[in-house]
């Protein structure tokens, strides 16, 4: 049966998307997809990742905050500083789109974070500020700097940051056809409400699955809701879920276009990261292996379907990694 999708009018459309891969590809190549044998027998479908891990800061970001300060710079000259919050990629992304306009970028991340994408930020010219303690609090300290400061603030999710994260679901969905259901992890949104611009700008009748982790519930319980809920935020190793309050706008694209949102726990983001590893010799961060870990969780649904799945990045901190992979877990082989 041929599905109906409701397209949003802060999605962009493809048109828009091709616009947007020139900006893209001035910093980076397409990344590659692949059909894995060994995922495929482990979840018992044809399973195809797009590698968003290998781009030059690691992670899908990199294509955001350069289509964003894109568009930010064409309109005027521009500001002379640029703020935002991050638990690590997005700032990355800020980061590299200051160093090509040459601005400052001030990068604002929650106590504890990750020491070495801190450092990945700081080697990219980035004034770090630690505050708070959870990505919200970051957040709204930002926005309190940009005022301050006169810098302007760039959000985790805007139009103008999905239309460049639908530069890679173009390529995934141009390259693939006929997939069947995709899994999506959601940290702030724009990553499933970029495989929506596309899914219906194609118009294909693909399953949209957002992931969610059991410690940053707040888009499962909006989603099941149909209204936005707040939730707390206690997950480890998927810090980029860590989202305590759902954006608005994403939550609209949501509710309309995605068919279901499921939750992993962190026992099983573990094993999907190990999974990745030893299956494709790729190193994939929590919030990255969530997608594969919702597609294990549902494989019984998924034999014999073309499945695909998205690594958003690679950036794990070695000790947490080496621990996810000398931890055998049960079910790990």
């Not at 020491?115 to 930002?142: C, P, S, V, Y």
């Not at 926005?143 to 603030?153: S, V």
């Not at 059991?214 to 989202?243: H, N, Q, W």
């Not at 000790?319 to 790990?332: E, N, P």
């Amino acid at each position: 049966m041929t599905q109906e999708f409701v397209v949003a009018t802060t999605l962009p459309t493809i048109d828009e998307i091709k616009e947007a891969q020139q900006l893209v590809y001035a910093v980076m190549p397409p990344t590659p997809q692949y059909m894995w044998p060994l995922l495929c027998e482990r979840v018992g479908a044809e399973v195809w990742v797009k590698h968003e891990n290998h781009t030059p800061i690691g992670a899908f970001k990199a294509r955001t905050a350069v289509v964003y300060t894109s568009e930010l710079f064409r309109e005027s000259e521009g500001p002379s500083g640029l703020v935002t919050a991050t638990r690590g990629n997005h700032g990355q992304a800020v980061a590299l789109a200051a160093s090509r306009f040459k601005v400052t970028a001030h990068i604002v991340v929650p106590k504890g974070n990750s020491a070495e994408k801190n450092a990945a930020m700081r080697a990219q010219g980035a004034d770090l500020i630690e505050f708070g303690n959870d990505f919200q609090e970051a957040k709204e300290h930002a926005q309190k700097l940009a005022d301050e400061h006169g810098w302007h603030f760039v959000p985790p999710y805007h139009r103008d940051i999905v239309k460049g994260v639908a530069t890679y679901w173009l390529e995934f969905f141009s390259a693939v056809a006929d997939v069947e259901v995709v899994y999506v992890p959601i940290g702030q949104g724009s990553g499933i409400c970029a495989c929506c611009a596309v899914r219906n700008g194609m118009k294909l009748e693909t399953k949209i699955v957002g992931v969610v982790a059991d410690g940053a519930p707040a888009y499962a319980l909006s989603f099941e809701a149909g209204r936005k809920i707040a939730a707390p935020v206690s997950t480890v190793l998927a810090d980029g879920m860590a989202c305590r309050v759902p954006d608005d706008a994403a939550l609209e694209v949501i509710l309309e276009n995605v068919d279901r949102v499921v939750r992993v726990s962190e026992e099983e983001i573990r094993l999907a990261m190990k999974f990745y590893f030893t299956d494709t010799h790729n190193v994939v961060e929590g919030a990255g292996a969530a997608g594969l870990a919702a597609a294990l969780k549902e494989k019984h649904a998924l034999r014999g379907k073309r499945v695909g799945l998205v690594a958003t990045g690679g950036n794990v901190d070695h000790d947490v990694f080496a621990s996810v992979l000398l931890d055998s877990g049960r079910g790990a082989n």
